[in-house]
Structure formats: structure tokens, C-alpha cells
């Protein structure tokens, strides 16, 4: 199994610019999100989806959307990038419920200048 | 509001030694605790999680952690360092009221092992 996929794996952008981060997963989990990692900071919850359809706000959800149009897929997209959006980017999956444990993917590091 | 704190960004250790990295959480029921690992260049791989079995919880690569409600806390112990240890650690909880799956991270503690 390839687990969660991630990509790319890194991108520079300028500011203003717009893309998508792509993530995909083949386990058949109903529950993705979308963090962010910046140091000292910990992971912070961006947007999550708890099924197919259903998407939410996380913590830090401004300059960024998603969708979720099939289980497998979960893009997220930034509409105009600003240099304060520079971070690694993680995407999860897990089953649903409130104790299973998240599969990470390993990550897009974006830098906007 | 569920948070978790993790004292110490940065912990360092000789190989053998005891390992204990600490997270504290603030809830007003006790959540779901999980520990993760992140090394370098690579997502967080799941270490161990507390869901109200046992208290003592133990996890890959000889981790261990201990759920304890009157401190809320939950720290992550290993009794003799590894090289290989040397990563970030994360503290994680999860409500248990609420069924979304959310994670809320502690800060992250680095721990560096030294030969």
C-alpha cells in the first residue's frame, strides 16, 4: 500500500500565485485533514474532511480552501499566496473516530518569496 | 478549549540513558492521547496511544508512556537511548465528545541522543 501521497514534495512560489497541493490516500479512510508544521509551533489543523462531500475549518483555515469530491482525494488549494503561507504542508487520513490513529504523508515543503 | 504542552523544545540525552519527554494537556474530559515521531525529512509516524485500556501504554521501538489523570499529563519514556532515537516528538490529543478525529499537536520536543 502507498498510504497517503503527497505532492509535490517541494515548490517555490511567488507571492500572489496560486496552486494546489495534492493528496490521495488508498486506504479507504473516511476522516483527512490538511496541517501545517512551522517551528515551535507543532502541527496546526488547516481543514479536514470527515467523508466524502463534508469538509470544516481547522485552526488556521484563512488563504486556504478545500474539497472533497471522493474519499481518495483531498487537494488543498491556495488561492493567492502570501510569504506568511512558506511551511511544510502535512495531509492525514485515518478511520473515523475519535481514536484512531492519523497517517501522515510525508509532506510538501512550499516556500513563497 | 483542548490544548497540550510539551515542556522542553529540545531534549538531550547520552545513548543509554533514560529518555523521558513530557506533555500535559488541558481538557475538561480527560481526551485521547497519542504520541508521534517525526524524523527528519519524513511525516509523523504514530509512537504509541492512550484510549482508557490501560494506563501504561507502551508503543513501538521500546516507548512507553503513562496516562495520569490527576497530573493530565502523559509522558513518553524509554529506558536506554538509541542514535536512532534522535527525531521530534509529539504529544497529540483527540476530544472525546467529539467524533470528527481532530488532533490538536503540542509544540514538539527534540530530542538528541549523544554517542
Known amino acids: 500500500n502507498a498510504g497517503v501521497t503527497q505532492t509535490p514534495k517541494f515548490q517555490v512560489l511567488k507571492t500572489g500565485q496560486s496552486m494546489t497541493l495534492q493528496c490521495a490516500q488508498d486506504?479507504?479512510?473516511?476522516?483527512m485533514s490538511w496541517y501545517r508544521q512551522d517551528p515551535g509551533m507543532g502541527l496546526r489543523l488547516i481543514h479536514y474532511s470527515v467523508g466524502a462531500g463534508i469538509t470544516d475549518q481547522g485552526e488556521v483555515p484563512n488563504g486556504y480552501n478545500v474539497s472533497r469530491s471522493t474519499t481518495e482525494d483531498f487537494p488543498l488549494r491556495l488561492l493567492s499566496a502570501a510569504p506568511s503561507q512558506t511551511s511544510v504542508y502535512f495531509c492525514?487520513?485515518?478511520?473515523?473516530?475519535?481514536?484512531?490513529?492519523?497517517?501522515f504523508g510525508d509532506g510538501t515543503r512550499l516556500s513563497i518569496l | 478549549a483542548q490544548s497540550v504542552t510539551q515542556l522542553g523544545s529540545h531534549v538531550s540525552v547520552s545513548e543509554g540513558a533514560l529518555v523521558l519527554l513530557r506533555c500535559n494537556y488541558s481538557s475538561s474530559v480527560p481526551p485521547y492521547l497519542f504520541w508521534y515521531v517525526q524524523y527528519p525529512n519524513q511525516g509523523l509516524q504514530l509512537l504509541l496511544k492512550?484510549?482508557?485500556?490501560?494506563?501504561l501504554v507502551k508503543g513501538i521501538n521500546g516507548f512507553e508512556a503513562e496516562f495520569k489523570k490527576s497530573e493530565t499529563s502523559f509522558h513518553l519514556t524509554k529506558p536506554s537511548a538509541h542514535m536512532s532515537d534522535a527525531a521530534e516528538y509529539f504529544c497529540?490529543?483527540?476530544?472525546?465528545?467529539?467524533?470528527?478525529?481532530?488532533?490538536?499537536f503540542g509544540q514538539g520536543t527534540t530530542l538528541q541522543v549523544k554517542p
Open positions: 497529540a490529543v483527540s476530544s472525546r465528545t467529539s467524533n470528527t478525529g481532530k488532533l490538536i
Open positions: 486506504m479507504n479512510h473516511e476522516y
Open positions: 492525514a487520513s485515518s478511520r473515523t473516530g475519535h481514536n484512531q490513529p492519523q497517517h
Open positions: 492512550y484510549t482508557s485500556a490501560a494506563t
